[in-house]
């Protein structure tokens, strides 16, 4: 008989988290999870999830517009933010219910509170303890924000999910792709925004072109974006509004209703008990894992945002899978971290995978590239002045595709599908051999003929 009360104690009931336990459970595995808000975590309670339905929201009142140049007449339209959140509210409800009743069904014990690590077996949740053979790190992050004076007026997008009314006027800080998308549903639903971002161009990382043409397309709808421009200070007006000093704008000052940072986001390690204990932490304070999500003290796992690798849904859903296999399934199981395909739910969207041009460059010295701007078919009618992206990067040794990306309606779908040929190791010409599907956009991925002058 085992000394501990379970095989597998998880500490974070979001993506990564849910999905260890409930394989683990299906394995047989005797398990707990402890959760301190809902279950779910980030990607369905304040994250993935809301984050789609609100840019959805923003998108009807393009689509709105659009429906004239295809003979429509919409006499009256109005719009409540109110009745959005409630509706956002009611489904992910819904879906945080399904996770908690997947984990029952799995035989996997709910715990309510805050857990913490007493030593590497025992953990303590409140005035309870209890023990575990294994213990899974998977308390996700939490949005940053600098120390600056007023920083006490700014929301995250934690909060931008919850505000009571639309803001007239938004300020958003950051350059990543949740500032991006945030942008697209402030702006798209009607309020004035403005983006300011230190960097020299916003969703650093991602491949230069598609940064450019995002940045164009964001203006084009009236998006004020301000680059190398840094936010100093943040005061409350009487009336209640906001007066932001930063660099970038005429005497320095803009005034706002909401100012909303979306600079970063910091592992959960504080407090956790974690350093004390000798697991291994990176600058940032998230979990150092080998590829089987192993922590420096051995039967210590992480996976998912607190291990500050690629902070999507999906790879942590596939890092507490190959936990759950490691340990309970019988095959050790690594986690592949090569050509995660992402998106921005930005307006328009971006969908991307595989390596940048500047990226294939520095890696293979040479790279072909095949690209195309185009106005969707969908706009000859509508009238709506925006333009698709797509790009293939291309191995010239071998001819394989190794970076596909994609800016225009339906790119993260589009994307996905490329992806599965990119992971492949598909080349050019297998690209070239598929025939199109026509009238699409996603056909020009298969007609790329021309190679872009080389830069
Ligand atoms: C605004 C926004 C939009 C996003 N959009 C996308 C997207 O479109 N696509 C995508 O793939 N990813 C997206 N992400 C990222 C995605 O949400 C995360 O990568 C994913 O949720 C990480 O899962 P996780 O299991 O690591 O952590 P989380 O889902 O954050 O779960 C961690 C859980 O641990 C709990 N917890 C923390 N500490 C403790 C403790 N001490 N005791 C008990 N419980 C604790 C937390 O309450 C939380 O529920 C988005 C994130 C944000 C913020």
Redesign the pocket.
């Known amino acids: 008989m085992t000394r501990f009360d379970y095989d597998l104690f998880t500490?974070?009931?979001?993506?990564?988290?849910?999905?260890a336990s409930r394989m683990a459970g299906q394995f047989g595995a005797r398990v707990a999870i402890?959760?301190?808000?809902?279950?779910?975590?980030?990607?369905?309670?304040?994250?993935?999830i809301?984050?789609?339905l609100l840019s959805y929201a923003a998108h009807y009142a393009e689509d709105l517009e659009d429906a004239r140049g295809f003979g429509w007449t919409i006499e009256s339209a109005a719009f409540s933010w109110p009745a959005l959140i409630a509706n956002k509210n009611r489904e992910i409800a819904r879906l945080s219910d399904i996770y908690a009743d997947a984990l029952a069904k799995a035989g996997v014990a709910t715990i309510e509170?805050?857990?913490?690590l007493l030593d590497a077996h025992t953990v303590a949740?409140g005035e309870r303890r209890v023990t575990a053979q294994n213990i899974l790190i998977?308390?996700?992050?939490?949005?940053s924000k600098p120390e600056i004076p007023g920083i006490e007026h700014a929301i995250t997008?934690?909060e931008?999910?919850e505000l009571p009314e639309l803001p007239r006027r938004v300020l958003i800080v950051g350059g990543s792709?949740?500032a991006a998308?945030?942008a697209g549903i402030f702006n798209g639903l009607g309020a004035e925004v403005t983006v300011s971002y230190r960097g020299e161009q916003i969703l650093r990382g991602f491949d230069d072109d598609v940064r450019r043409h995002l940045h164009d397309e964001m203006k084009k709808k009236r998006v004020r974006i301000l680059l190398e421009s840094d936010v100093l200070r943040i005061d409350r007006r009487t009336d209640g509004s906001l007066e932001v000093n930063l660099t970038g704008v005429p005497g320095n000052t803009l005034a706002c209703d909401a100012v909303m940072f979306?600079t970063g986001?910091t592992p959960?390690t504080a407090?956790?008990g974690l350093t004390e204990l000798g697991v291994e932490l990176d600058e940032e304070g998230g979990v150092v894992v080998d590829r089987f999500c192993r922590s420096s003290v051995p039967n210590i796992y992480a996976?998912?945002?607190?291990?500050h690798r690629?902070?999507?849904?999906?790879?942590?859903?596939r890092?507490?899978a190959a936990v759950a296999m490691t340990l309970f399934g019988g095959v050790e199981t690594p986690v592949d971290h090569d050509d995660v395909p992402?998106?921005?739910?930005s307006q328009p969207p971006v969908g991307t995978v595989g390596l940048s041009e500047s990226e294939a460059a520095a890696k293979l010295g040479e790279v072909d590239i095949y690209k195309t701007t185009f106005r969707p078919l969908r706009h000859t009618l509508s009238g709506r002045d925006e333009r698709t992206l797509m790009k293939l990067v291309v191995d010239p040794a071998t001819q394989r595709v190794v970076g596909a990306h994609m800016v225009g309606a339906d790119a993260p779908e589009i994307i996905q599908g490329i992806a599965i040929a990119v992971k492949a190791g598909l080349t050019k010409p297998q690209f070239d051999a598929t025939v199109g599907i026509h009238p699409t956009a996603a056909e020009e991925f298969v007609t790329l003929r021309e190679k872009a002058a080389a830069k």
């Open positions: 500490i974070g009931a979001g993506s990564g988290g849910v999905r402890a959760e301190n808000d809902r279950i779910g975590g980030t990607c369905v309670i304040r994250g993935c809301p984050k789609k509170g805050t857990a913490k949740i998977a308390t996700g992050g939490w949005p997008s934690n931008a999910f792709y949740i998308e945030f979306a986001r959960n407090r956790l996976v998912g945002d607190v291990t690629i902070e999507l849904t999906p790879v942590a859903i890092e507490g992402s998106a921005v739910f």
